[in-house]
């Protein structure tokens, strides 16, 4: 069975940083398309990143410099870096796989950006 | 960026009725295309992919058609556990894009 637990959310000041863990059991981050999307409040979703088997990345523009993806092979886990935030940041966070599509989803992390 | 456009926006429909949800590509998308279901406060869920594979353990009821820049997702018969938000997802360029949702509401 495939399980994604994401981790790192929280309320975070604008201009703050945090850092989303999605630890990955039943599939290997590492051979799959892994990607965070996410939810604002009663909004529809949004895909932020992805991150290729092969490793190359690709973001959304609305992150695009200021969120890093990446994943540790050796503990089955994806990352997503995301700094400068601002309040509309604030969302849902889930970390989903494995390919073009989201085969696989975990329950989210939130992440509230707000003074 | 390619925009997606659903319709309707929502949709009232009893058990039993047949509800169609189209989606619309600002351009060509070949068939990289993914339709999900979402019931409030959980993570979406895979059911259909490439525009009309049916995702293993997904009922049967539920079927997705189109190529190019039209496509349909169609359930045939509405069951009580069908009632949820419904997006669709372009994978052919980047940035990946979804549809602004179809919320299925009980009649």
């Known amino acids: 069975e495939v399980q994604l637990v994401e981790s790192g959310g929280g309320l975070i000041q604008p201009g703050g940083s945090l850092r989303l863990s999605c630890a990955a059991s039943?599939?290997?981050?590492?051979?799959?398309?892994m990607s965070w999307v996410r939810q604002a409040p009663g909004k529809g979703l949004e895909w932020v990143s992805v991150?290729?088997?092969?490793?190359?990345?690709y973001y959304a523009d609305s992150v695009k410099g200021r969120f890093t993806i990446s994943r540790d092979n050796s503990k089955n886990t994806l990352y997503l870096q995301m700094n400068s935030l601002r309040v509309e940041d604030t969302a849902v966070y889930y970390c989903?796989?494995?390919?073009?599509?989201?085969?696989?989803w975990g329950q989210g992390t939130l992440v509230t950006v707000s003074s | 960026d390619i925009q997606m456009t659903q319709s309707p926006s929502s949709v009232s429909a009893s058990v039993g009725d047949r509800v169609t949800i189209t989606c619309r590509a600002s351009?060509?998308?070949?068939?990289?295309l993914a339709w999900y279901q979402q019931k409030p406060g959980k993570a979406p869920k895979l059911l259909i992919f490439?525009?009309?594979s049916l995702q293993r353990g997904v009922p049967s009821r539920f079927s997705g058609s189109g190529s190019g820049t039209d496509f349909t997702l169609t359930i045939s018969s509405l069951q009580p556990e069908d009632f949820a938000t419904y997006y669709c997802?372009?994978?052919?360029?980047?940035?990946?894009?979804f549809g602004q949702g179809t919320k299925v509401e009980i009649k």
């Open positions: 989903a796989g494995a390919g073009r599509s989201f085969d696989y």
């Open positions: 039943g599939i290997t981050v590492s051979s799959n398309y």
């Open positions: 991150i290729y088997s092969g490793g190359s990345t």
């Open positions: 351009q060509g998308i070949k068939s990289w």
């Open positions: 490439d525009a009309s």
């Open positions: 997802q372009q994978a052919n360029s980047f940035p990946w894009t």
